[in-house]
């Protein structure tokens, strides 16, 4: 059964055209695939049909979310005229990995702050930091996780007293620019929904800085999707935590996008039930999840973020709505490794 979309006022119109209008970087493989789990589907004895958003395809830096929202933050740090461009996360970052990768291809200088202790020569390291390096990332490690923006404020004035030009990316590339990658991503969705005759009933996917979330929340409503629930799965923080960053960041795309104030707004579904220890840390829940789906449809899920969402969708599905369900895949499997790069010179 295919729903018939919304009515699109002038105003989401408008909208949509200031967002094609944006300055934008083709740095992806997209559209990504969309495909259908039937084996999963029949393990689980569910009734509607389950697709999977391949998201983990899109590309450079072995691929991730990321991907969409740097197109939007590279460029506008090329239209700034940028030598440098700086970002923060942890040790196995995607985010701070496809930034490296991009930064790379772009000829910019890549900094990164991450927080924890720098790997030992010699030893095995995080997939994710090996590949900073290789990439010729520059590396700076501040101890906690709370230090890491007051590091990278002062990394980019040091950077401006020098003479360079740093453009700085917030974690995770959440900000309301990097956002409108997500934005636009709902309407490949709805372009590849249309070619195959449905349209989803839900879409689940993991959720954290909120920047993928807010995203989709507002390509929704400019779709004229409002009806589709979407649930975001929290990897590490609480529901209100994650639900007032998804705000935060919509007040951002209405101005962004000229709407009115509230154009936007939403009362965002996270699910916080599944973080199990925390951030970074697998649970059983999500190792029960990522075994089921490399089991059924040979396809493999990350410990941090896509596990525990499809162990939210597996346990949420009999309250989702009517209708075939999306699990949108946002990469990370990098985390599942480890190497000693020294061991190739990188």
Not at 36 to 60: C, F, T, V
Not at 94 to 118: D, K, W
Not at 221 to 244: E, F, H, K
Not at 308 to 329: C, D, N, Q, T, Y
């Amino acid at each position: 059964m295919i729903a018939c979309p919304l009515p699109v006022t002038n105003e989401l119109r408008d909208a949509r055209s200031r967002l094609a209008a944006l300055a934008r970087l083709s740095l992806g493989h997209f559209p990504t695939p969309l495909v259908p789990m039937p084996r999963l589907q029949a393990e689980l004895n569910e009734s509607r049909p389950l697709w999977i958003k391949h998201d983990d395809y899109s590309g450079p830096g072995f691929g991730g979310n990321k991907v969409r929202k740097l197109e939007f933050e590279l460029a506008a740090a090329q239209a700034s005229g940028a030598t440098d461009v700086l970002t923060t996360g942890g040790l196995r970052s995607n985010h701070c990995r496809i930034t490296a990768a991009l930064a790379a291809s772009l000829r910019f200088r890549c900094h990164l702050v991450l927080n924890g202790e720098p790997p030992r020569s010699g030893e095995p390291e995080p997939a994710s930091h090996g590949l900073y390096r290789a990439y010729g990332a520059q590396i700076h490690y501040v101890a906690r996780g709370q230090d890491r923006a007051p590091a990278l404020e002062a990394l980019a004035n040091e950077l401006s007293r020098s003479g360079r030009r740093p453009h700085a990316i917030p974690l995770g590339a959440s900000t309301p620019l990097g956002a409108c990658g997500f934005t636009r991503a709902v309407f490949e969705l709805q372009e590849q929904c249309a070619t195959l005759g449905f349209t989803p009933g839900a879409i689940v996917h993991s959720t954290s800085s909120a920047g993928t979330q807010a995203g989709l929340a507002a390509g929704l409503r400019l779709a004229g999707w409002d009806r589709i629930r979407q649930i975001g799965v929290s990897a590490d923080d609480g529901a209100a935590t994650i639900g007032n960053e998804v705000r935060r960041i919509l007040a951002g795309l209405e101005s962004l996008l000229g709407m009115r104030p509230g154009a936007l707004d939403s009362q965002p579904h996270v699910e916080d039930a599944f973080t199990g220890s925390g951030y970074g840390v697998a649970s059983t829940e999500g190792n029960a999840a990522m075994s089921l789906l490399a089991r059924c449809e040979g396809v493999v899920l990350d410990p941090v973020y896509t596990a525990k969402a499809m162990a939210g969708l597996i346990a949420l599905r009999s309250g989702l709505p009517e209708g075939p369900v999306v699990f949108w895949h946002t990469g990370g499997q990098l985390a599942l490794f480890e190497a000693q790069f020294d061991r190739f010179g990188l």
